[in-house]
């Protein structure tokens, strides 16, 4: 059992080439104005983190943080909770690439914003899948975001959104030259107004296919949400 509070409060942190680590059946809680529940960082690689009750509050907080070239790790079968005004359960950033994710159940809740998954900083060539995400954001409550990252999978997720403001929900967004994603077999319900099951934005050559996809909402027909399955805006092919 790890739990940690303070200013900064992180409950496992692989820093700096730590490699071929084994971090498991762990039941970990932070709390802090930044809190983490795994930070790993820093050309920290082969690292396989499963089967962890992660739980993570605070003005912004993160259930499994993935940063600055952390390459072929593996984030699996663990349960997620974060909340706060901004709450990522996972996210990859900086070249953070060809990493595994999935089967994992995750439920982030963000006054403002809520990810269940956040791609960005060309976070390449990673593998999303078999996930059960549900993303509250009593502003924004996202799925997954994917922003300048490319040659990703997201498979056999199921996805729920709820989000109160408009464009408040959406399944899967894609912005940012997020190019050459492949987005098959997921389950996704949108709760919220002008919500989208997945939105692009200037990203192309993506493939989305044998999606299931239901939207529940109002929309006021004005952009740059429409509560459309897929929207593509200035994306091509």
Do not use: K, R
Not at 23 to 51: A, D, K, P, Q, R
Not at 73 to 78: E, G, T
Not at 81 to 103: F, H, I, M, R, W
Not at 175 to 204: A, P, W
């Amino acid at each position: 059992i790890i739990t940690t509070t303070g200013s900064a409060g992180y409950g496992v942190l692989v820093y700096f080439s730590s490699n071929n680590n084994n971090l498991y059946s762990n039941n970990i809680t932070t709390s802090g104005n930044t809190s983490y529940g795994e930070y790993i960082l820093y050309y920290s690689n082969n690292n396989n983190l499963y089967s962890n009750i992660i739980t993570t509050s605070g003005n912004t907080s993160y259930g499994a943080f993935l940063s600055e070239n952390s390459i072929n790790n593996s984030v699996y079968s663990n349960t997620i909770t974060t909340s706060g005004q901004y709450a990522y359960a996972t996210e990859l950033v900086s070249n953070s690439n060809s990493n595994q994710l999935y089967s994992n159940t995750i439920t982030t809740s963000g006054l403002i914003n809520g990810y269940g998954a956040y791609l960005h900083s060309s976070s390449n060539s990673n593998q999303l899948y078999n996930n059960t995400i549900h993303a509250i954001g009593f502003g924004i409550g996202h799925g997954a975001l994917l922003s300048s990252s490319s040659n990703n999978n997201l498979s056999s997720n199921t996805i729920t959104t709820t989000g109160s403001t408009d464009y408040g929900a959406n399944g899967l967004i894609l912005q940012s030259s997020s190019n050459n994603n492949n987005i098959y077999g997921n389950t996704i319900s949108i709760n919220g107004n002008d919500g989208n099951g997945v939105f692009f934005h200037s990203s192309s050559n993506n493939t989305i296919s044998n999606n299931i996809i239901t939207v529940n909402g109002t929309t006021d027909g004005v952009g740059p949400f429409f509560g459309a399955g897929a929207f593509l805006h200035l994306s091509s092919n």
